[in-house]
């Protein structure tokens, strides 16, 4: 079986200051991992992932993950959050030598205020 | 544009009332599915299918059927909707392989 925990119900953070959300998973198989985003009224939209290879992976809008395999973790990040990165983010896996389902966690909502 | 397209966005209808919830995408993926979305509970797989006329149950498959009879749709069908139903629903394509799923623009269903 394959899960994913968001410790963190939400994130609050001033606008200019580091933003980061966590996310650790538990997969049999390598992981492959996934950020989405989701505003207001809107589907998911995929912001990284982090197949093989270099253990930080930059995505879209500044966002960057770390790939801790010991920790099973893979947190997400943004140096400098803006007030348009409120929204609610889910961390998702999926086993990479098994089938294509997505595990995702229950989701960290992010308030950044002004 | 690449995308998946689910209606209707919103609908309300009562309970016992047969309904459908369509879903296409126009990427040419395989692999397709159904989630819902419910507060503190994340996204939880419905169904999935892995390519024409193979389908398969998710992690709670109970009261939704689907078929998957073209590549490009996959619908989702509610034969006798109830309350505890309600929720908000969300199709995915993506490439087999290991590319992210694209995401429709959900649905949010009420059952009266």
């Known amino acids: 079986a394959q899960s994913v925990a968001q410790p963190e119900d939400q994130v609050n953070v001033a606008e200019g200051n580091p933003l980061t959300v966590k996310c650790t998973y538990s997969?049999?198989?390598?992981?492959?991992l996934f950020w989405y985003v989701q505003y207001p009224n809107r589907g998911l939209q995929f912001l990284l992932k982090?197949?093989?290879?270099?253990?930080l992976v930059k995505g879209s809008y500044g966002f960057e993950a770390e790939f801790n395999k010991s920790q099973t973790s893979f947190h997400l990040k943004k140096p400098s959050a803006l007030v348009s990165d409120s929204a609610l983010y889910f961390c998702?896996?999926?086993?990479?030598?098994?089938?294509?389902?997505?595990?995702f966690g229950a989701g960290t909502t992010v308030t950044v205020r002004a | 544009e690449a995308q998946v397209t689910q209606n209707p966005r919103y609908l309300i209808t009562v309970t016992g009332k047969k309904l459908t919830v369509t879903c296409s995408q126009n990427?040419?993926?395989?692999?397709m599915s159904w989630y819902r979305q419910d507060p503190g509970l994340g996204l939880r797989q419905i169904y999935y299918?892995?390519?024409?006329?193979?389908?398969d149950k998710g992690d709670v498959p109970e009261g939704y059927k689907v078929s998957r009879k073209e590549k490009r749709n996959f619908p989702l069908i509610l034969e006798s909707p109830s309350p505890n139903q309600t929720s908000l629903y969300f199709c995915?394509?993506?490439?087999?392989?290991?590319?992210?799923?694209?995401f429709g623009q959900g649905t949010r269903l009420t059952v009266v």
């Open positions: 995915a394509s993506s490439r087999t392989g290991s590319t992210e799923a694209f």
């Open positions: 299918s892995m390519n024409v006329e193979v389908t």
């Open positions: 990427m040419n993926h395989e692999y």
């Open positions: 998702a896996v999926r086993d990479g030598g098994g089938d294509y389902k997505l595990s």
């Open positions: 997969v049999s198989g390598n992981p492959y």
């Open positions: 982090y197949i093989t290879g270099d253990n």
